[in-house]
């Protein structure tokens, strides 16, 4: 099971910060890679950001880099997703995942809300 708690609130203004944390609990996230998506209304589902399951690689999308940065706490078994100088166009729902290697995604938390708006 994979829970998603967010931490600052639903709304932000442009050029605020949020972070993103995903607890999962019923395994051990040691050996997964992680990441997080987003799907804004009327859109598809994008990758935003993962992360190895040692937390020595990342990646992120274009739009995010350079703004969010994910990371990870293996001993909490959480992963994180720092989100500043947030613009409009990052509101969306934000979902992380677990998987045994990037790109294969096994577990999806529920998502949360992200409203970016003045």
């Known amino acids: 099971q994979v829970q998603l708690v967010k931490s600052g609130g639903d709304l932000v203004q442009p050029g605020g910060s949020l972070r993103l944390s995903c607890v999962v609990s019923g395994f051990s996230l040691d050996y997964y890679a992680a990441g997080w998506f987003r799907q804004a209304p009327g859109k598809e589902r994008e990758f935003v950001a993962a992360i190895s399951w040692s937390g020595g690689s990342t990646y992120y999308a274009p739009s995010v880099k350079g703004r969010f940065t994910i990371s990870r706490d293996n001993a909490k078994n959480t992963v994180y997703l720092q989100m500043n100088s947030l613009k409009p166009e990052d509101t969306a729902v934000y979902y992380c995942?677990?998987?045994?290697?990037?790109?294969?995604?096994?577990?999806w938390g529920q998502g949360t809300q992200v409203t970016v708006t003045s």
């Open positions: 995942a677990a998987g045994r290697q990037i790109g294969l995604w096994d577990y």
